[in-house]
């Protein structure tokens, strides 16, 4: 199997084809198309895992422009070259701006000049690559830091951060979508807030005004560079109704609809929280005075969380594990209380209780809850 890149080409002439692929073969593996249909169909297919898409501009069928913006809209992480001529000049500056091209080259042009550019496109998209990983994982470390905290200062925002997940998580699959970035994001960090205006079990404090927690969180969100979207569904999250009246999907922007299944799942949450039925919780959120759109809430009927059934049983600090709910406060032998009865244990908070289990030791033994299928592994685990 060769390891040079694989780039398409596409052009209507045969000829141009050929020169191409004889030109270029030492350095990259050439698939050709001879239209702008036929390129989009390898690349559907790509079993040659294409890396770089080249096209001429003036085609039947498809200009390069119009192929080279669907490849945009379709394949966003490809690096695009448009090869003009020079009465194409006017249309080529307008592809740059349609189709975000890398680069025009003006035909005909030379082997080595090609091979350049290529190469280039092939390097900026490597490093574009690279960087979006990198802030990826770095803002999933920032935001599970968050969470983390959040468990430590506020049990109860901690725990309707989680029960929001996977509530939001539920939305997205009964309406057929994969769970957008910003909204995973806005339901972790929804409840951030409460560190600042909430009490140790996630309440407001007197005097605080409702929505304060969610507008605290989305001020501080906003000053994130890229969080702008989050911190904008953060903000409604306690709202009387929908950002728009829209009934059918087509009609909402991805950002008011994201927007609205957090509102939704938090005003579900708080329905629940308050002792109500999950039904009697359904039709409250379907009836209130500004109710979400109806395609909303058929989704939150069919979200059927089926959570395992959890045993309480008694356990040793060696036991304790991620995951885990407690089941009583953990006490240090001083009268220090590190973790409240009904917390999920974190990796953070497990290191914490570990670390005072040393000194000056904890009461014991301890209660947790955990699901009904580990309770035999727990028997014989030993994690230090």
């Given at each position: 199997m060769s390891d040079k890149p694989t780039v398409l080409f596409v052009d209507d002439e045969p000829?141009?084809?050929?020169?191409?692929?004889?030109?270029?073969?030492?350095?990259?593996?050439?698939?050709?198309?001879?239209?702008?249909p036929e390129g989009l169909e390898l690349l559907a297919a790509d079993d040659a895992g294409i890396l770089a898409v080249v096209s001429d501009m003036r085609m039947p069928q498809m200009s390069g422009a119009?192929?080279?913006?669907?490849?945009?809209?379709?394949?966003?992480?490809?690096?695009?070259?448009?090869?003009?001529?020079?009465?194409?000049?006017?249309?080529?500056?307008?592809?740059?701006?349609e189709a975000k091209v890398f680069r025009f080259l003006s035909k005909p042009c030379p082997p080595d000049a090609l091979r350049e550019t290529i190469d280039e496109a092939l390097e900026h998209a490597r490093l574009r690559t690279v960087e979006r990983d990198l802030l990826d994982r770095t803002l999933s470390g920032i935001v599970g830091m968050l969470t983390d905290v959040l468990g430590l200062v506020s049990v109860g925002a901690y725990s309707r951060t989680m029960r929001l997940v996977d509530l939001v998580d539920g939305?997205?699959?009964?309406?057929?979508?994969?769970?957008?970035?910003?909204?995973?994001?806005?339901?972790?960090?929804?409840?951030i807030g409460c560190v600042v205006v909430g009490d140790r079990d996630g309440e407001r404090l007197p005097g605080t005004p409702d929505r304060h927690?969610?507008?605290?969180?989305?001020?501080?969100?906003?000053?994130?560079?890229?969080?702008?979207?989050?911190?904008?569904?953060?903000?409604?999250?306690?709202?009387?109704?929908?950002?728009?009246?829209?009934?059918?999907?087509?009609e909402w922007s991805d950002d008011d609809l994201n927007a609205e299944l957090l509102r939704v799942a938090v005003r579900f949450d708080e329905l629940l929280g308050a002792g109500n039925s999950r039904k009697v919780s359904l039709d409250l959120v379907a009836g209130d005075e500004a109710?979400?759109?109806?395609?909303?809430?058929?989704?939150l009927r069919k979200v059927k969380p089926l959570p395992e059934?959890?045993?309480?049983?008694?356990?040793?600090?060696?036991?304790?594990?991620v995951g885990m709910e407690l089941a009583q406060d953990v006490m240090t032998t001083s009268g220090s209380m590190l973790a409240a009865d009904g917390v999920t244990l974190t990796s953070?908070?497990?290191?914490?209780?570990?670390?005072?289990?040393?000194?000056?030791?904890?009461?014991?033994?301890?209660r947790a809850r955990v699901p009904a299928s580990t309770v035999r592994d727990l028997a014989i685990k030993e994690r230090w």
């Amino acid at each position: 199997m060769s390891d040079k890149p694989t780039v398409l080409f596409v052009d209507d002439e045969p000829e141009l084809l050929d020169g191409v692929r004889l030109g270029l073969r030492k350095s990259f593996d050439v698939v050709t198309a001879g239209s702008g249909p036929e390129g989009l169909e390898l690349l559907a297919a790509d079993d040659a895992g294409i890396l770089a898409v080249v096209s001429d501009m003036r085609m039947p069928q498809m200009s390069g422009a119009e192929f080279l913006t669907t490849v945009r809209d379709l394949h966003p992480d490809l690096p695009r070259i448009l090869l003009t001529g020079q009465a194409d000049l006017e249309s080529a500056i307008a592809a740059v701006n349609e189709a975000k091209v890398f680069r025009f080259l003006s035909k005909p042009c030379p082997p080595d000049a090609l091979r350049e550019t290529i190469d280039e496109a092939l390097e900026h998209a490597r490093l574009r690559t690279v960087e979006r990983d990198l802030l990826d994982r770095t803002l999933s470390g920032i935001v599970g830091m968050l969470t983390d905290v959040l468990g430590l200062v506020s049990v109860g925002a901690y725990s309707r951060t989680m029960r929001l997940v996977d509530l939001v998580d539920g939305l997205c699959a009964k309406l057929g979508r994969e769970p957008p970035w910003d909204l995973v994001l806005a339901a972790r960090l929804s409840q951030i807030g409460c560190v600042v205006v909430g009490d140790r079990d996630g309440e407001r404090l007197p005097g605080t005004p409702d929505r304060h927690h969610s507008l605290v969180a989305a001020d501080l969100l906003a000053n994130v560079p890229r969080l702008e979207p989050v911190a904008r569904i953060v903000a409604h999250q306690l709202d009387d109704g929908p950002i728009v009246p829209f009934a059918s999907p087509e009609e909402w922007s991805d950002d008011d609809l994201n927007a609205e299944l957090l509102r939704v799942a938090v005003r579900f949450d708080e329905l629940l929280g308050a002792g109500n039925s999950r039904k009697v919780s359904l039709d409250l959120v379907a009836g209130d005075e500004a109710p979400p759109p109806p395609f909303v809430v058929d989704a939150l009927r069919k979200v059927k969380p089926l959570p395992e059934p959890m045993v309480e049983v008694e356990v040793t600090v060696r036991q304790l594990s991620v995951g885990m709910e407690l089941a009583q406060d953990v006490m240090t032998t001083s009268g220090s209380m590190l973790a409240a009865d009904g917390v999920t244990l974190t990796s953070v908070l497990v290191r914490r209780i570990l670390t005072f289990s040393e000194n000056p030791g904890l009461v014991e033994p301890l209660r947790a809850r955990v699901p009904a299928s580990t309770v035999r592994d727990l028997a014989i685990k030993e994690r230090w």
